[in-house]
């Protein structure tokens, strides 16, 4: 299953990075190291975003095909972070507004204004967004989705269960965005062809995965890749990774 033949396709916008990302943040439990960028660090990546002619897209302008090509306008991205923690609006998206980009943000709904307690066992879980600042950010521009109510890997419980993670969730999105939520993010990056199909029937009609590449408008729209950035990588690594994925 693939997304209609759209004029976006035709016009060089048919093919689209996708950046997860997590924590933005310079300290944290050990054991979740890789999954913590330092504000330094991603300061450093976004200006290089910047620097390489990249600009933020919507996720449902791309997919629907209405966006156009315009001269010199750059190299389309979408910059999204999984869980919804509160870093996200205390230092990464101060530093995604200075260098003019958006993002998406996929939350944890039952946990909102809590803490990521499915972490707990690795150490002292991050505090998430409350419904306050998730509304504050919608109105500056940031894209929200689902990542379930409570992180569930959803091919890894019962379809019932997944089907009342993936409906709660996006209903309770609804009612505190007022507006409509077509995406969700896939916890632990485990998703099935059973999953993706319910979720269809749920009102999704766009998933992303933790699959590396880059997603094109012939892919599955509820099993669109994304490259995941580490805690690890330096710059330079951070640059190779993308451009690698952007060559294939």
Not at 54 to 83: E, M, N, Q
Not at 90 to 95: G, H, I, L, Q
Not at 109 to 127: E, F, I, N, Q, R
Request: net charge negative; proline share 5%.
């Amino acid at each position: 299953m693939g997304f209609p033949e759209a004029k976006s396709s035709r016009e060089g916008l048919g093919r689209l990075p996708i950046l997860a990302y997590h924590r933005i943040a310079d300290s944290g439990p050990v054991k979740l190291k890789e999954y913590r960028v330092s504000v330094q660090a991603f300061e450093a990546q976004v200006s290089y975003l910047r620097q390489e002619g990249y600009y933020s897209v919507d996720l449902f302008d791309w997919s629907s095909g209405t966006l156009t090509a315009k001269p010199g306008s750059g190299r389309p991205i979408l910059i999204t972070f999984d869980d919804g923690y509160r870093d996200f609006i205390d230092f990464a998206w101060p530093v995604l507004q200075r260098h003019g980009f958006s993002a998406m943000v996929f939350v944890v709904t039952d946990k909102v204004g809590s803490v990521a307690d499915w972490d707990s066992h690795l150490g002292d879980p991050a505090p998430l967004l409350d419904w306050a600042q998730i509304r504050q950010l919608r109105g500056e521009g940031v894209r929200f989705g689902s990542h379930t109510a409570t992180h569930q890997p959803l091919s890894h419980i019962p379809i019932e269960d997944a089907i009342q993670e993936a409906r709660w969730s996006r209903t309770l999105l609804q009612q505190q965005l007022g507006e409509e939520v077509r995406s969700i993010a896939y916890p632990w990056g485990v998703s099935d062809e059973t999953v993706r199909r319910e979720l269809i029937t749920c009102g999704y009609k766009l998933g992303l995965t933790v699959d590396s590449g880059i997603a094109t408008l012939n892919d599955d729209p509820m099993a669109l890749p994304r490259t995941q950035i580490m805690g690890s990588e330096s710059l330079g690594a951070f640059a190779k990774s993308l451009e690698s994925v952007v060559a294939t």
